[in-house]
């Protein structure tokens, strides 16, 4: 983009110098990052300020300064573009991007599986034609609209998952994304102090259906009941998926686990085939469904899809699962509501297979009045499938207790506080071997006690001895 461009984008205002209309090839908020031909943009955050290192992404190449204060200092070397909100500019200047762009454009959201559903339909369009796609779980008001301005404006698809905590994020995230298709796979407990209650989650989510591009599509999930009602209320011509049997057009099924993955079934209107995937639990049928059947709705046919899936990578830390001794690591630990956090638990309970089954969970954050509740009824879904432990990192410990108590378990039960409390209850329980699922909120860094098993040799000893 130009600078008279982007002037006109984000409203900005200045004292530019003489320094022409030169032309700019990208954003950066990290003075790390920050290199010749890109704006830096001044983020305000409670932990940094990026005011502060502006002058050191200027001396590392940045060619302009979007702030939200005058920087007199930096203003004889590179123009400084003022705008009242920095975070509102960025978005602005990426919804003025996307609509230079002619790729179709893909949102997803959804309470569970989103970032795994991006990345399958990303895989997916890449065999149609090249995609960018978010960097990670990049989704928020900050991470979308650098998702956005990094993806190239020659591509023939772009798919961005979109996450929201809070009323009225949808809104500025769907404005700046204006998607041509969008993909509300579910709807669940999730961000529950800032939405209030699962309808709550519904509305929020399906605000991104008031801003699909005339002449597009939508998808909606029926098998959440709330999600289904919203849906069609603001989008009437939704299409509907279902991955627990109802009538639809969009369908899937898992068919069962095998020892590397599981098998699955589509059916995207006329078409129907089955698929082995390296993928286990039912869960997995959802995310598949929702990102085939938007690939189908965009074009594909059945060879893109196989590809496509084929060679997806789902990120780390969401559901990955590897060997470690006589031990299956399932690391789900990225961040956890009660919908995500059910679905880990029943596949990796499958996993198990009659061999032991041992969860390693963090408490769910962000439920605000439902928390109790939430924890309690997670410990009663805990003890329907047998655990032979479980562990327990949080201030609800006491909860989940209640739960597995109520519902009949008398296993053992650890509350531990960290890794090193973790390992050695671990280690005293003696197990020959079995699945392991660590899974948590974000803030409960649960990645930590799956790294402290996994660099424990002595599993591997107990292994060997158990025979295993």
């Not at 049997?245 to 095998?258: E, K, N, Q, V, W």
């Not at 959802?286 to 965009?298: F, T, V």
């Not at 090193?420 to 005293?428: D, V, Y």
Request: charged share 20%; hydrophobic share 45%; net charge negative.
């Amino acid at each position: 983009m130009t600078l008279s461009e982007i002037l006109s984008a984000t409203g900005a205002v200045g004292d530019l110098g003489d320094v022409g209309n030169p032309e700019f090839s990208g954003v950066a908020t990290d003075s790390r990052a920050a290199t010749a031909g890109r704006v830096f943009v001044c983020i305000p955050g409670a932990r940094f300020d990026g005011h502060h290192f502006a002058a050191e992404a200027v001396a590392k190449g940045a060619g302009a300064v979007l702030a939200d204060r005058p920087m007199p200092e930096l203003a004889v070397r590179v123009p400084v573009l003022l705008v009242k909100d920095t975070v509102t500019a960025l978005g602005r200047l990426a919804g003025f991007w996307r609509r230079k762009t002619a790729a179709r454009v893909v949102a997803v959201t959804g309470s569970a599986g989103k970032t795994t559903i991006k990345e399958l339909l990303a895989a997916i369009l890449s065999e149609m034609g090249p995609t960018s796609k978010n960097y990670k779980n990049f989704n928020n008001l900050i991470g979308l609209p650098l998702s956005i301005l990094e993806a190239r404006e020659t591509d023939a698809f772009w798919v961005m998952e979109l996450g929201v905590s809070l009323p009225g994020e949808m809104r500025d995230l769907a404005t700046m994304i204006a998607p041509d298709m969008a993909v509300v796979v579910n709807v669940g407990k999730a961000h529950l102090e800032g939405l209030g209650d699962v309808a709550g989650v519904a509305r929020e989510k399906c605000e991104l259906l008031r801003h699909v591009r005339r002449g597009g599509g939508a998808l909606a999930g029926m098998d959440h009941p709330e999600l289904w009602i919203e849906a069609r209320r603001v989008f009437p011509g939704v299409y509907g998926m279902s991955s627990r049997g109802l009538d639809a057009p969009f369908t899937a099924a898992y068919l069962g686990g095998r020892e590397e993955g599981g098998r699955f079934v589509l059916r995207l209107r006329e078409l129907a085939f089955e698929l082995e995937l390296p993928y286990r639990g039912g869960h997995f049928a959802e995310d598949i469904l929702a990102a085939a059947a938007a690939a189908h709705l965009l074009g594909a046919g059945e060879g893109e899809i196989r590809a496509g899936l084929a060679k997806a990578a789902i990120p780390e830390q969401r559901f990955c699962c590897r060997r470690h001794g006589c031990f299956q690591i399932v690391d789900d630990s990225y961040n956890a509501n009660p919908l995500s956090m059910r679905r880990a638990v029943e596949a990796a309970a499958e996993m198990a297979l009659g061999t032991a089954f041992v969860p390693v969970l963090g408490e769910m954050r962000e439920l605000g009045s439902a928390a109790r509740d939430e924890h309690v009824q997670l410990g009663e879904f805990l003890a329907a499938h047998a655990p032979a432990a479980v562990f327990f990192h949080g201030e609800s410990a006491p909860d989940v207790a209640a739960g597995l108590a109520g519902a009949g378990y008398a296993g053992p039960f650890f509350a531990v506080a960290s890794p090193p409390e973790f390992l050695k209850a671990f280690a005293g329980l003696g197990l020959a071997g079995g699945v392991v699922l660590f899974k948590g909120s974000r803030t409960m860094r649960m990645e930590a006690f799956a790294q402290a098993l996994c660099g424990c040799a002595d599993n591997q000893a107990s292994c060997r001895e158990a025979g295993a």
